[in-house]
């Protein structure tokens, strides 16, 4: 090997060098973001189970009653639900991993598909919405 070809090796050496840990660098590793920070909240055993055209049809008279679950991540006092951008009355129950919440369908909707929104605050203050869609017949 000549004299050249080994100053070009360490020179290709030193440069692969330099490069790749840059590509790794993480400028907050500390510091989660809005979506990592809430990945631990989790929202499930939605009942009645959500509309599918495929696996459940069923529609839902209003003033229904409807339940979830939240995961203990979640902050108590910021659990909401909206239909229709209107707060949901709730009432939010600890359970042995988290907290039941539930509802009913306001009499007001009927006749529609509806989405219920759940919002919650999770650790570091972030912001978890979840939902799931039902058909409410009149």
């Not at 020179?11 to 400028?27: E, I, M, N, Q, R």
């Not at 989790?42 to 995961?71: H, M, R, W």
């Not at 209107?86 to 989405?115: C, D, H, M, Q, W």
Request: proline share 8%; glycine share 6%; hydrophobic share 40%.
């Amino acid at each position: 090997m000549s004299l050249q070809n080994f100053l070009r090796f360490i020179l290709a050496l030193g440069v692969c060098g330099t490069v790749s840990p840059v590509w790794a660098y993480d400028a907050s590793p500390n510091i989660s973001s809005g979506v990592d920070a809430c990945a631990n909240v989790i929202f499930s055993a939605f009942t009645p189970p959500p509309f599918s055209a495929d696996k459940n049809n069923v529609e839902i008279a209003p003033k229904s009653e409807f339940s979830f679950l939240a995961s203990k991540t979640a902050l108590f006092p910021s659990i909401t639900v909206k239909i229709k951008e209107e707060k949901v009355p709730v009432t939010v129950t600890p359970i042995n991993n988290g907290f039941l919440v539930k509802g009913k369908i306001p009499a007001s909707v009927s006749g529609s598909y509806i989405r219920l929104d759940i919002f919650a605050k999770g650790p570091s203050d972030c912001d978890k919405t979840d939902g799931w869609l039902l058909k409410v017949g009149k």
